[in-house]
């Protein structure tokens, strides 16, 4: 097959100039990003165009600056709501501008936000009042088994029944940046009633509570924020492995990164691995770096899982007529990737590649 | 020169990045292309179908959404617990006859000599000579001996103070306990409510009570806490009998 002339590839995205085929200096899904670069927006909302990726990293720090203010105010019940809804609110608005669930946007958002909303209610009502009794009793031997293994290993599980019944059942949604995104959406709405529901307590206290605000910002900021990065983090990666493995039709040696037992271990290991630590360690500022340290790495594995994803995605190849390249907005032919800048048209949006005329 | 495929062998024609048979990579200088496709025109697309506006605008909305979204639900959580709250009995509620354990141990303070008869079932958590901390069915018990000839009432609040404020939140004082008594020592005690919050983040709403008492210069407090049942409970303590019993069958020296 010959590729049109420019910096990268067009069929599997090998940077030209450098003749890398893992082209680790471009990220695929945001090309002017390195694989190994922090961003929150750029990797758990890969659809998103970069230009577009701004008003959201705008409002994840206004966010999480009001609910630092809201609990300097000890107002801790706003504050709280406001943290565990922060992402959640800002992935389903996600949703909605990509348009991953193409024309069944009820189901898609109903077996990953919503399911993963009841699950996360009904398990942590279950193992809260558990929980709870181990706490006040002292018992933290039987607590430790609990919080710090049992728990973190039963609330993966759960996080992945959403997506498993995409997969399952949907097999339209054949990208592994669909099971990703489902994978993170399941995640976060199991999150969003988990909090709500260990703080619960709390909420239904006094609106203006005693307590320091410092402790209390950081708590928050660890729940609304890091467990909800942390848990859409190891969820994304298995379901966006699962996905790969099914669709990957160069069947290709895989890299063993992104394959369904590795990202397995990492996702269940990490869980536990955490939640022991944060057991064995109970105290805010601890947990807090405890957790800021699993987000960073968690997050750097999920780009390098995607990145591998999408370059070797089984797409049908073949070179299209001119379009727009959603990334660089340059007029190229339309392949797999952007001949110019390398980004890889599966990560852009579902909505913008129609748009373009583009293979959806 | 020609080129070789470092691992096929196969001849790699001069300037290619790559291996024509196996598709390896061949590392070599290669001078920066000068490939240029031209930047689309700006209107050659429809504007995008909903966020055509600034992004300013659109943070501005989802921050108005998420605004609006945790002022309602504050709302009602306020509603519900302003609702539920029920009336906590303050005045005589202890029982009035202390039920016998079915089976009982005894602690004993080396540094006091006070002696504290405890359920069969609870498991000592701690204890050293002055004092013990039991892990009771659902709560947790402590009983602390110290020579002071301070008034009770600083003792009580003094626990309190004392408690972490990491792990016990919004500690409110419910009531005074009427009638406190540890052993047959008269003393003062109050009912405290607070949100205790433990592994996991889980918060659990807990009532507790904090009995103190003096006898020979040795205070004696207790601090008893249970998981909050203010409707079915006396004091909203579930195991307020059983904590009782052990005030009535305490033994001072």
């Not at chain 1, 009820?106 to 996360?120: K, R, S, Y």
């Not at chain 1, 193992?127 to 709870?132: D, E, K």
């Not at chain 2, 998981?227 to 409970?233: I, L, M, N, T």
Request: glycine share 8%; aromatic share 8%.
């Amino acid at each position: 097959m010959t590729v049109p002339a420019g910096n990268f590839c067009g069929h599997c995205g090998a940077h030209l100039t450098s003749a890398s085929t893992t082209r680790r200096h471009a990220f695929a899904a945001v090309p002017s990003e390195r694989v190994a670069h922090l961003s929150i927006i750029s990797t758990l909302f890969p659809h998103l165009p970069h230009r577009r990726g701004g008003a959201f990293r705008w409002a994840l720090l206004a966010g999480g600056t009001a609910v630092v203010v809201l609990a300097a105010l000890h107002l801790f019940a706003p504050a709280t709501i406001a943290a565990t809804l922060l992402l959640p609110v800002l992935y389903l608005l996600y949703l909605y501008e990509v348009e991953v669930y193409e024309d069944e946007p009820w189901l898609v958002i109903g077996a990953t936000m919503v399911t993963g909303a009841v699950l996360g209610y009904a398990f942590t009502s279950f193992s809260g009042r558990a929980v709870s009794v181990l706490n006040l009793t002292g018992d933290r031997d039987n607590s430790f088994v609990l919080a710090g293994v049992a728990i973190p290993i039963v609330a993966q599980a759960l996080m992945l029944a959403g997506p498993l019944f995409l997969f399952v059942f949907r097999g339209r949604f054949r990208e592994p940046l669909d099971g990703l995104t489902f994978g993170a959406a399941s995640a976060l709405g199991f999150t969003l009633t988990s909090s709500l529901t260990k703080f619960w307590p709390a909420i239904t206290g006094s609106l203006v509570s005693s307590g320091d605000p410092i402790d209390w910002s950081l708590r928050l900021l660890q729940v609304g924020i890091l467990v909800s990065l942390i848990n859409a983090s190891t969820t994304a990666l298995v379901s966006a492995a699962l996905w790969l493995h099914r669709y990957d039709r160069r069947r290709i040696s895989r890299p063993w990164a992104s394959s369904i037992l590795a990202t397995l271990v990492v996702a269940f290991g990490a869980q536990v691995v955490i939640g022991m630590l944060t057991f064995a360690l109970p105290n805010v500022a601890t947990e807090v770096v405890i957790r800021l340290a699993g987000t960073l790495a968690l997050l750097l594995y999920v780009r390098l899982v995607i990145h591998q994803a999408l370059l070797v995605e089984g797409v049908e190849h073949e070179i299209g007529p001119d379009s727009q390249c959603p990334e660089c907005h340059r007029i190229v032919p339309t392949m797999a990737f952007c001949p110019s800048c390398g980004a890889a048209r599966a990560a852009a949006s579902k909505l913008g590649r129609a748009r373009v005329g583009g293979r959806a | 020169m020609a080129m070789f495929c470092g691992r096929c062998g196969a001849q790699v024609a001069p300037g290619s990045p790559f291996c024509g048979r196996c598709g390896a990579p061949v590392v070599q200088a290669i001078a920066a292309p000068v490939y240029s496709y031209p930047v689309a025109a700006p209107a050659r697309y429809p504007a995008a179908r909903r966020f055509g506006t600034s992004q300013i605008a659109i943070a501005g909305v989802l921050l108005a959404i998420l605004a609006i979204v945790t002022v309602g639900v504050t709302a009602f959580a306020v509603s519900q617990a302003l609702g539920g709250k029920q009336a906590v009995c303050t005045v005589n509620c202890a029982p009035k006859f202390v039920t016998p354990l079915p089976e009982s141990k005894t602690y004993i303070s080396s540094a006091f000599k006070y002696e504290v008869d405890y359920s069969s079932a609870w498991t000592v958590r701690s204890q050293d000579a002055n004092g013990v901390l039991f892990g009771t069915r659902l709560g947790t018990l402590q009983v602390v001996g110290t020579r002071s000839t301070a008034p009770v009432d600083q003792a009580i609040k003094a626990v309190v103070a004392a408690l972490p404020s990491a792990q016990w939140q919004s500690v409110a004082l419910v009531s005074d306990l009427k009638g406190a008594h540890i052993g047959d020592q008269n003393g003062l005690g109050s009912i405290y409510s607070a949100n205790l919050v433990g592994a996991n983040s889980t918060t659990t709403k807990v009532q507790f009570a904090v009995i103190a008492a003096t006898r020979g210069g040795v205070t004696v407090v207790i601090l008893a806490a249970d998981p909050a049942d203010v409707k079915g409970s006396p004091h909203g303590i579930p195991e307020a009998q059983d904590f009782d019993y052990l005030c009535a069958e305490f033994r001072w020296a």
